[in-house]
């Protein structure tokens, strides 16, 4: 039983580092990587449940039992040489003429794996039970470990020489590929002397234990950052660089959920609007109009600059006003009034705004205050329309803050 516990203490370790990385993903080139390393892992089950087995089978002297687990023994072994070639690759990001021999030389090995196998079904070249029913190892089954080791080999030597090359993240991946090529090199070589001890199972779980801490995490991260620099690019607005109607909506989701867990109960809304865009779009172009919404946004940002403000349609913008900027939405109101008044007299932009604050006990969602403050703004408008006058002169603008 010390055998099989060996191969249940590696099981359980490799199940519980690795419990994320063991879900299963869409099959996508953005998962390549995760792909491999969760093939790699599923062959390493395999092979530590085999083991596992083999070992009560092997002191219970069922031999019939034995042998067949053998088999499956070294089909798994060889099976998660072959996965690991291939996560090899895909980690080290590496797909030129190394990388296909590297991936063809685990097949090389598992082939030849397989073959003698088949072949020890009728003549017993990999492995036999003597008359005391004790597993006995023959010379084929050496030159399957050597052959593994010679694979290590030269993927330590040459993964240290990338290392050596290489620079920041893509060094560290490299060293820790060497690194757990050359601890296999080791389990492996002192499995040939004791065949009967879990040396194999041990080095598995160092190595794959060593890729996971600096290789996979790496990959994860880099993945998420790139999902992330994504979806940034996917909610701005190209023109002003604020949130666009996407990032809008999910944000709004994610707002109504705060407030029916009561996690939120105070926040305004302020709905605003760009004067005479369609007057400046007609008498000046298109170029000028859109400098003259950049300068809107720009204005609204500067003054509402603790707020989310998102662009939701041509000339109309929207700023969620949340802890200090919900409490000095009056002198925020009041100061962007003064400045809009400011630009009636200068020819600036002009933009109006309204104010809206939310109300348990008259507002049912978040459309009902956007709606007063959609009303409170043109009210402003059209308090603004009279003394309003288009100003002239936009061009090309400084993109907003984003």
Known sequence: MYYSSVGIIALIVLVIINVEALRKVENTSSNDVRLKYRQYLLSLIFFFISDIIWGFFHENKWVILTYIDTCLFFSSMVLSVLFWTRGVVAFAGN?????????????????????????????PVSFTFNEEKEYVPLPARYIGLILQMVLFLVTSVYSMIMAIRSEGVSRSHYRT???????????????????????????????????????????????????????????????TNVRNKLAYLEYLAELETSIENEELTEYGVVVFDVNGLKTI?????????????????????????????????????????????????????????????????????????????????????????????????????????????????????KGART
């Open 95 to 123: 797909r030129n003429k190394y990388g296909r021999l590297l991936v063809w030389s685990g097949l090389m090995v598992f082939s030849f794996e397989i073959i003698v196998l088949l072949f020890n079904l009728f003549v």
């Open 177 to 239: 590929i060497s690194i757990s090529g050359i601890i296999m090199l080791f389990f492996i070589c002192i499995q040939m002397f004791f065949p009967l001890m879990p040396f194999y199972s041990m080095g598995c779980l160092f190595g794959t234990c060593l890729i996971h801490t600096f290789i996979y995490k790496d990959k994860e991260t880099e993945q998420n950052m790139a999902i992330q620099l994504a979806k940034q690019k996917a909610y701005k607005d190209g023109l």
């Open 281 to 397: 779009n007609d008498t000046l172009g298109h170029e000028a109009g859109d400098a003259y919404i950049k300068s809107g946004c720009r204005l609204i940002c500067r003054i509402f600059d603790h707020s989310p403000v998102f662009r939701i349609g041509g000339d109309e913008f929207v700023a969620v006003l949340r802890g200090s900027d919900h409490e000095r939405r009056e002198e925020l109101i009041n100061t962007f009034r003064k400045t809009v008044d400011v630009h009636l007299k200068t020819g600036d932009v002009v933009v109006s705004c309204g104010l809206a604050v939310f109300d348990s006990a008259q507002d049912r969602n978040y459309n009902d205050i956007f709606k007063r403050a959609d009303q409170f703004m043109y009210e402003h408008k059209r308090t603004l329309k009279a003394a309003d006058r288009v100003p002239s002169g936009y061009g090309k603008a």
